[in-house]
């Protein structure tokens, strides 16, 4: 299959647009559960009306959360799939673009230093793009995650002593969710990264916070400490937007990494309530949208 690189572009463009406008379904069912679970009224107000806000944005046309964010594609080869490298990522970057300046949304992108806002949600190093490659037959998918500030100011990055082994782990978690408290937009998905090198672990996190909910960790170490961290989280009465309650977190999300047996580096990245993504698949029949 040969990827042609303008619908490459034209599906970028589309992925920021879509991402900022519809909540993927996991996301909306996750609220839902939340709140038959949540025994503190307040909260229960308060989650009532982020799911006032997702149908009103839904139903307008409108954006679910004025923060754009930093925007992330990831995609993923398939067997089979003919395409430039390069010329892939220049479409992305294209199409990023473009969704701003069509679509005349707030750009969120500025340089580091002279704070300097280009208007096109684009900048050096960013659209952030990650290559990936799968099994998958003549296939290429390619997922776009806004990621906002609010949740990406949240991030840790510890080098834990492996003789302290997981509760080191366990007790860094709990601490960063109280230190982020509401700031991070409550409920979030705490995605937790272990082990690697200090700049592989901190992927690791991004990855476990931006995963659909429902899914599990492949590893079953990882999948035992999400069950555990997901109690513990939801005992901390931080609450939504923390103001209290039992839903602090849709779920906490681990994924792990062999690393040196000098160390065991641990991180944690948190995605808020609104966990946009929105992804493009591409097969010899056409282009198929989702989440």
Not at 61 to 84: A, F, K, M, S
Not at 110 to 127: A, D, I, K, L
Request: aromatic share 4%; net charge negative; hydrophobic share 35%.
């Amino acid at each position: 299959m040969k990827v042609d690189l303008q619908q490459v572009e034209e599906a970028a463009k589309e992925l920021y647009i879509r991402a900022l406008k519809l909540l993927p379904p996991d996301v909306k069912q996750g609220l839902d559960r939340l709140v038959a679970g949540e025994s503190d009224a307040g909260a229960k107000r308060v989650l009532g009306t982020m799911l006032k806000n997702i149908t009103v944005a839904e139903d307008t046309q409108t954006l679910l959360c004025q923060d754009t964010g930093i925007p992330i594609y990831n995609v993923r080869i398939g067997r089979g799939v003919e395409v430039d490298g390069h010329g892939l990522k220049e479409a992305i970057q294209r199409g990023c673009a473009r969704s701003t300046r069509e679509y005349s949304f707030r750009s969120s992108i500025v340089h580091p230093t002279t704070r300097v806002n280009e208007q096109n949600s684009s900048g050096r190093g960013v659209p952030i793009v990650h290559f990936e490659f799968s099994n998958e037959d003549k296939t290429l998918e390619m997922e776009m995650i806004p990621k906002g500030s609010g949740s990406e100011n949240n991030s840790w990055l510890k080098m834990a002593i492996p003789a302290e082994g997981v509760d080191a782990i366990k007790t860094f978690v709990i601490d960063c969710v109280l230190e982020a408290g509401g700031k991070t937009c409550p409920p979030t998905i705490v995605g937790v990264g272990v082990g690697g090198t200090s700049d592989l672990c901190v992927h690791l996190a991004k990855q476990a916070a931006t995963r659909a909910l429902g899914s599990r960790c492949e590893d079953p170490e990882g999948a035992k400490l999400e069950e555990a961290l997901t109690r513990a989280v939801n005992m901390l009465g931080v609450g939504p937007q923390g103001l209290g309650g039992d839903s602090t977190a849709f779920a906490v999300h681990v994924e792990t990494a062999a690393t040196h047996i000098t160390m065991n580096p641990v991180a944690v990245n948190m995605q808020c309530h609104s966990a946009r993504r929105a992804r493009a698949t591409f097969r010899p029949s056409g282009i198929e949208y989702g989440y």
